[in-house]
């Protein structure tokens, strides 16, 4: 039996046990936080400045970073500048202090997914990591759904693929077939390899896959 193509989306398991990135030039602050983080069941990595982080940065790793906003060198909205740039998309917490409050709403409008004010409530800032890392696990499992997809994709012939956007479009087999110039029995053999090679046995499967996949 043919599974159903799901490209939803949902929270799926990750292989790896996600990790929480601390980066914080005050090494109390950092072992505060890794004692908090670890009692409560999540692996920790911390950096004392955001350059000794990028240089051990393992973008496949999952999990979160938690980034202070004032640091020497480079800061926190630098740092999460560097990452969008490299399009390394591990969720970001802004450790802030209140003085450093617009920063972090700065942060959250380049997409951070919360910010932290010292001192910490324990329970906020876990509330605040776990929320991250489910961020990370949604955005994993989706680019390998889209990664999937497109290969998949890959293994159709010019005509099959646009076969595969007209159904994708809505379009009816007589409709498609009009578009290409193809009898509508030809247009249906087509259809028929695209689902054997896509190994999907629906049209809303197909469907699915052609959206994972930005057709």
């Known amino acids: 039996m043919i599974p159903v193509w799901a490209c939803s989306g949902d929270v799926a398991v990750m292989s790896e046990k996600p990790t929480v990135v601390v980066v914080d030039d005050d090494a109390a602050v950092r072992e505060s936080l890794r004692w908090l983080i670890e009692a409560n069941g999540l692996s920790v990595d911390t950096h004392a400045s955001a350059e000794e982080f990028l240089e051990h ?97 890959s293994r159709l012939s010019p005509r099959e693929r646009q076969v595969l956007e007209l159904v994708a479009q809505g379009r009816s087999n007589r409709e498609a077939a009009e578009s290409l110039g193809i009898a509508e029995k030809t247009l249906e053999v087509h259809r028929a390899n695209v689902r054997r090679k896509l190994e999907v046995s629906t049209l809303a499967d197909l469907v699915r896959m052609a959206m994972c996949a930005g057709l």
């Open 57 to 153: 940065l393992d973008s496949a790793r999952p999990g979160c970073l938690l980034v202070d906003v004032r640091m020497p060198g480079m800061d926190g909205l630098t740092l999460q500048q560097q990452l969008r740039e490299r399009r390394i998309g591990l969720p970001v917490i802004i450790i802030t202090g209140h003085a450093d409050v617009p920063m972090a709403i700065k942060a959250m409008k380049a997409d951070a997914v919360d910010f932290v004010e010292k001192p910490f409530d324990d329970d906020a800032l876990l509330d605040a990591i776990r929320r991250a890392i489910d961020v990370d696990r949604t955005e994993r499992t989706r680019a390998e759904e889209r990664a999937n997809a497109l290969v998949r994709i």
